[in-house]
Nanobody, 127 residues
Framework: EVQLVESGGGLVQAGGSLRLSCAASGFTFDGYAIGWFRQAPGKEREGVSAVSSGDGSTVYQHSVKGRFTISIDNAKNTVYLQMNSLKPEDTAVYYC????????????????????WGQGTLVTVSS
């Protein structure tokens, strides 16, 4: 079965850190771009960051630049999102998703290209 499984969410105080993981099974990330998205209560889902498995290029939403870092371990078929200096406004359910033959920019900007989605992991940042 093709699937993505996120982990690493939880409750953290403002200024703290979390590392999210997105593990693929049933397929490999070879040739894919993988993105992290989030959806806060009452808001639309938005792109946070994405990475291309091919050239390692990355893209970030403006509000997380300098605080979040996306990385990929092709050997483990896992993508990570290191989140530092967390703010209450980062509170959301975080999802990872993957799409074949697209760039990191396309993964962030065109969710219709993403074929596989995880179930989400909740991140709560308290003030």
């Amino acid at each position: 079965e093709v699937q993505l499984v996120e982990s690493g969410g939880g409750l953290v105080q403002a200024g703290g850190s979390l590392r999210l993981s997105c593990a693929a099974s049933g397929f490999t990330f070879d040739g894919y771009a993988i993105g992290w998205f989030r959806q806060a209560p009452g808001k639309e889902r938005e792109g946070v960051s994405a990475v291309s498995s091919g050239d390692g290029s990355t893209v970030y939403q403006h509000s997380v630049k300098g605080r979040f870092t996306i990385s990929i371990d092709n050997a483990k078929n896992t993508v990570y999102l290191q989140m530092n200096s967390l703010k209450p406004e980062d509170t959301a359910v975080y999802y990872c998703a993957a799409g074949p033959a697209i760039t990191a920019d396309q993964a962030m900007g065109e969710q219709r290209y993403l074929e596989v989605w995880g179930q989400g992991t909740l991140v709560t940042v308290s003030s």
